[in-house]
């Protein structure tokens, strides 16, 4: 009981602020690794592919980009959930980073469906 006890205290901690460029510069390298990761080792069977392979590896690395873009817009800029830096936690950042890999991967399975298939 006292290990839930010790998570819960962990997630109800206050969260340190992130700065927007840093944030950015962060979104960028994440694109950037996907793009060549995949390029690289050629996983889920892009190694198949005979034609623009490294376009399409740029694609992926561009959608992460785009759909971690969309989702902040939406739920950063637009609804202004974590306006308010003083009760933004690890809780909150956890769901946070939850949504941002739900938006990155149908924004990759929209454009695997749509390049690939």
Excluded at 14 to 35: A, D, G, N, Q, W
């Amino acid at each position: 009981m006292q290990m839930i006890k010790d998570v819960v205290q962990l997630l109800n901690k206050p969260f340190p602020e992130m700065e927007r460029l840093t944030y950015f510069k962060l979104l960028i390298s994440l694109s950037l690794f996907v793009t060549f990761f995949l390029y690289i080792f050629e996983p889920f069977g892009l190694s198949t592919l005979e034609e623009n392979q490294f376009l399409i590896c740029l694609g992926f690395g561009s959608m992460t980009f785009v759909g971690a873009m969309i989702y902040d817009f939406i739920f950063h800029v637009i609804l202004r959930l974590n306006s308010d830096a003083e009760k933004w936690t690890y809780g909150k950042w956890v769901v946070d980073n939850l949504g941002y890999m739900l938006f990155i991967s149908l924004a990759n399975f929209l454009y695997a469906r749509l390049v690939i298939i």
